[in-house]
């Protein structure tokens, strides 16, 4: 395999038992050759005491022991596969109403999702959901797989309708990039190797959808951000002076001598050197992890910006963020929370639920003031310091944020800047 | 003209660099657990370039089983001195003196479980509030829904169910007095991932892992080495084979398999048309369907 030119691509999984989302993983991780002979056997051990004939293909994705009494999938598991052409890592969310919470962890760091509809009931209220999440989440490619054709006679005409009344609810949302694609995760039409059985469909297989969809400009090269995680000073000889700004890129590109600001003290300096690892590089884009050293002696410290001059995020203590709410315990009100964002931490206020949104019939609620487990709403927020901010449609490494409950330390809710 | 994207090992390195920048960043006293295995090893060599030229803040944690090859050992003591980190040994016999833990009895007896004991005694006595690990969603099935950063309670335990949503690069490592984090920088990482890097950067790694001759018996489909800790049973005998293992663990339980892979370059090409899990040599896992499962939820790495 060459791998130097090989990308990493990321995708989610969306959908429920029963529109065969573990058979569809199942069959890609079967298909590409990346199940392992004792994988198989365990996988054929188990099918036999549940009395099924050959491998149940969804057994392979099915990961705790809950999950496996219950037949259900209860978090996010990932999976990997290779093929001769990429890498990837599949986000695998279970559907139900009640994951939300897990469908958007799934979606967060995707290039694609995968929605899977069953032929035999087209969209349903669980469609709508999915792809709702994705928009908001801007996953930039979606392909829609219409599965259990098998069971319609592989007929073009279901397939259509079902089309027409994704682009029909679809419309309302922004989405930039959707395929469609017939398929039989069941009997294998169209996920790694292309159906016999559906002449009259045009398009490519999923895996190769996957192999080919144009991802280098998934991540942002334009607004130059990079936020510092820490800061390199070795106590060491040959390096008494070395300060060294160790981040990853969220996006844009940085050039040695670029005039750089940091944020939020507003000191301008020169970017003087590069480093990834033990190596000086003349350039570094995002998503890359260096260490950045300026010409001048500035504090700089952990949670601080580094971008260029003529391109700045804006600086602000209030804003309006989609939130999502991820834990058991409601939102309460005027309770500080933590505030995350890139790699900066300050507290931080809900001071207003503009509106709830129903994301099954994307109808807006403004009366309903309540945030729970899984619910998505608008909210202001107001921040002790001003945060560095950019909109979540225009960069999702800096225009995302989680809140912390202080009395639970856990992470409670997921944000969107609007 | 640049292409201005990543191949996926290099995406791969990225992130790990940035979840072990944001260990260090986010906690008091983190350190890694180092088995002397090719992923621990892979981590300290990652934790390398986060810091550079700094040395690494890390220090090593092992878990001395006494039931070790000795290359590892040995490899070991070599690492730690080449990078200059401090080292930190927890000694499952130790734990067995005291009467923290009892040895296992019977034929299949090993000192796996009895790691956890040791590992959480280690991590308590030391103040650790971070322990760093190598490992990887592919490994196992439990395993393919670990967190970046890892939430154990104070008894050292992690419940499956009550996990932290890890959303972005938004890593939420807040805990309470008594409780630490496991964190996983490689947890995107296959078992071919590795060793294409571990290649690529020409790492050492212990000649364990390359193809040698060696006294083993055949036992439950993987051949077992000889050594001082071994009981031949009935029917058993010992003969040489050139093997390699895949996966270091105790000498008491880690398989061999039949290879002529002597060189990096050569593994590599044998992994890529391997058709058995590299874990399937490992005895540990072989107990029981949820083996890794309930091991994990009581501390284990």
Sequence with gaps: ?418 | MSTYYLNYLEELESEAIFILREVWAQFQNPVILFSGGKDSILVTHLAKKAFHPAKIPFALMHVDTGHNFPETIQFRDDLVEKFGVRLIVGSVQESIDQGRVAEEKGKNATRNALQITTLLDAIETNKVDCAIGGGRRDEEKARAKERFFSHRDEFGQWDPKNQRPELWNLLNGKYFEGEHFRAFPISNWTEMDVWNYLTKEKIEIPSLYLAHDREVVRRNGSWIPNSEYLKLEEGEEIVTKKIRFRTLGDITITGGIESDADTMEKIVEEVSTMRETERGNRTDDKRSETAMEDRKKEGYF
């Design chain 1, 1 to 418: 395999m060459k791998i130097d030119k090989n990308q990493l691509l990321r995708f989610t999984t969306a959908g429920s038992v029963d529109d065969g989302k573990s058979t569809l993983i199942g069959r890609l991780l079967y298909d590409s050759k990346s199940i392992f002979e004792d994988q198989i056997a365990a996988v054929e051990n188990s099918s036999k005491q549940k009395g099924i004939e050959g491998v149940d293909l969804a057994m392979f994705t099915d990961g705790l022991k809950d999950e496996r009494e219950q037949g259900i999938t209860i978090d996010v598991a990932y999976r990997y596969f290779t093929t001769p052409k990429r890498k990837f890592i599949i986000a695998d969310t279970p559907g139900h109403i009640q994951y939300t919470r897990n469908m958007v962890t799934g979606a967060s760091t995707a290039n694609a999702a995968v929605i899977l509809i069953d032929a035999r009931h087209g969209v349903i209220e669980q469609t709508k959901r999915h792809t709702f999440i994705s928009s908001l989440l801007n996953i930039p490619h979606i392909i829609v797989c219409v599965n259990k054709m098998d069971l319609m006679d592989y007929d073009e005409k279901v397939f259509n309708d079902i089309v027409n009344q994704f682009e029909e609810f679809s419309s309302k949302l922004l989405i930039k990039d959707v395929r469609y694609i017939p398929i039989s995760a069941l009997e294998g039409d169209n996920v790694v190797n292309r159906s016999e059985k559906m002449g009259w469909f045009q398009g490519s297989p999923l895996l190769h959808e996957l192999e080919t969809l144009h991802i280098s400009s998934d991540i942002n090269k334009i607004d130059a951000r990079f936020p510092v995680q820490t800061v390199i000073r070795p106590q060491r000889k040959g390096f008494e002076d070395y300060r060294g700004y160790a981040g990853r890129i969220s996006s844009g590109i940085y050039r040695v001598g670029d005039e750089v600001t940091v944020l939020p003290t507003g000191f301008t300096s020169k970017i003087k050197s590069i480093n990834a690892g033990d190596q000086e590089i003349e350039e570094a884009f995002a998503p890359m992890s260096v260490a950045i050293t300026l010409e001048d002696d500035i504090d700089i410290s952990r949670g601080d910006m580094i971008v260029k001059k003529n391109n700045q995020p804006e600086m602000s203590q209030e804003f309006d963020v989609m939130l999502c709410w991820l834990n058991n315990s409601p939102v309460k009100p005027r309770t500080k929370y933590t505030i995350m964002h890139t790699s900066n931490e300050q507290k931080a206020l809900i001071k207003e639920v503009v509106y709830k949104m129903n994301v099954n019939t994307f109808k807006r609620d403004s009366e309903d003031q309540d945030l729970k487990m899984n619910d998505i709403a608008r909210v202001k927020i107001k921040t002790s310091h001003r945060l560095m901010l950019d909109a979540y449609r225009d960069n999702r490494n800096t225009g995302s944020i989680i809140l912390v409950d202080d009395s639970t330390k856990e992470t409670v809710a997921a944000g969107m800047i609007v």
